[in-house]
């Protein structure tokens, strides 16, 4: 049968799911998105997080869940889609996509949805549900009004006002996800988070826990954003054992100001805590970066190689 819930949701049915997932294509708990504290209802003050199944009374057979910002109903990301390899052919997953999308899309808010996936078979159903790829990446938009996933940006990021510098929390969840896929390059660098050029290019509800692993390897996330939750830089900083912080982030195109405001304000976060050296790796290719860093009195030690490419040691005076 049919089932749909609301997060939180009963530790049974947790287990159940996890049973599903850890035994029908995911290799470990780390490549689960949505994680246990999160069915549990965690981030429920923030997040609205729904769970699709396919099940019988000592089982679930089949998955799908969706995850959106309660204070941005524009945008949902869809996630942890996986069917019992014994029910496989049965159209159990296309199914449920397809009610997460309507539900989803019942909402008069909503404009899209996200996911990720490597799957060719996968992506043919998503296709087939009106999931479009987004150009050069492995992650898939689909509109509720049939907007091109540029057009869906170009709206989304029409209106900037009232930008402001939060820190990094689960209410930017789903935000972050158009945020990195509006303007995919090999020069989108944030080295503490392990995006480096268009290594980001398969990730979707993935991408949030990026950044939200920094806290428990002493660092903190900071980010640009407006009264939506919409983001437009971000930035990241992690410690070593030594006291030395190592400070990083991205930005929107033309929003170079902000986002060298953002730095400025984690660079005075630091010197509160008394910070031994703030230092940055900068790709050398992007010289504009490389100047806001300079501009903010940082200046460049020695040249390293992370992945095969150039970069410069840049350090705070």
């Known amino acids: 049968m049919k089932k749909t819930y609301t997060i939180p949701i009963e530790e049974k049915t947790i287990s159940q799911l996890y049973n599903l997932w850890l035994n029908n294509g995911y290799d470990s708990k780390d490549d689960i998105d949505i994680k246990e504290i999160h069915m549990s209802g965690?981030?429920?003050?923030?997040?609205?997080?729904?769970?699709?199944?396919?099940?019988?009374?000592?089982?679930?057979?089949?998955?799908?869940?969706?995850?959106?910002?309660?204070?941005?109903?524009?945008?949902?990301?869809?996630?942890?889609?996986c069917t019992k390899s014994d029910s496989r052919g049965k159209g159990f997953a296309k199914d449920l996509c397809r009610i997460a999308k309507e539900d989803f899309f019942s909402n008069s808010e909503s404009e899209g949805i996200f996911l990720g996936t490597v799957n060719p078979l996968a992506q043919?159903?998503?296709?087939?549900?009106?999931?479009?790829?987004?150009?050069?990446?492995?992650?898939?938009?689909?509109?509720?009004r049939n907007l091109t996933f540029e057009e869906f940006i170009h709206n989304y990021y029409g209106n900037s006002k009232s930008l402001e510098i939060n820190e990094g929390s689960p209410k930017y969840r789903i935000p972050i996800i158009p945020y990195f896929f509006?303007?995919?390059?090999?020069?989108?660098?944030?080295?503490?988070?392990?995006?480096?050029?268009?290594?980001?290019?398969?990730?979707?509800?993935?991408?949030?826990?990026?950044?939200?692993?920094?806290?428990?390897?002493?660092?903190?996330?900071?980010?640009?954003?407006?009264?939506?939750?919409?983001?437009?830089?971000?930035?990241?900083?992690?410690?070593?054992?030594?006291?030395?912080?190592?400070?990083?982030?991205?930005?929107?195109?033309?929003?170079?100001?902000?986002?060298?405001?953002?730095?400025?304000?984690?660079?005075?976060?630091?010197?509160?805590?008394?910070?031994?050296?703030?230092?940055?790796?900068?790709?050398?290719?992007?010289?504009?970066?490389?100047?806001?860093?300079?501009?903010?009195?940082?200046k460049k030690k020695k040249n390293i190689k992370i992945q095969e490419r150039a970069f410069s040691e840049l350090i705070l005076e």
């Not at 981030?43 to 199944?53: C, D, G, H, Q, R």
């Not at 998503?126 to 509720?144: A, C, H, R, T």
């Not at 070593?240 to 982030?249: A, E, K």
């Open 124 to 144: 043919k159903i998503y296709e087939n549900l009106g999931w479009v790829q987004i150009p050069n990446s492995k992650v898939m938009f689909n509109s509720k």
């Open 182 to 298: 509006s303007e995919i390059s090999s020069m989108k660098v944030d080295i503490n988070v392990g995006i480096i050029g268009n290594n980001y290019s398969s990730m979707c509800l993935s991408t949030y826990n990026k950044f939200d692993k920094l806290s428990s390897e002493a660092g903190d996330w900071f980010v640009v954003s407006d009264h939506e939750n919409k983001i437009y830089a971000t930035s990241s900083y992690i410690c070593d054992n030594n006291r030395n912080f190592r400070i990083d982030g991205t930005y929107k195109e033309n929003f170079k100001n902000e986002f060298k405001k953002l730095i400025s304000y984690n660079i005075h976060k630091l010197n509160e805590i008394n910070s031994k050296i703030i230092y940055s790796h900068i790709l050398d290719e992007d010289k504009e970066k490389i100047e806001i860093f300079n501009q903010l009195g940082f």
């Open 42 to 81: 965690i981030e429920k003050a923030v997040s609205e997080i729904k769970l699709y199944t396919y099940e019988d009374e000592n089982s679930i057979n089949s998955s799908c869940i969706t995850v959106y910002d309660k204070k941005l109903k524009k945008i949902a990301g869809l996630g942890e889609v």
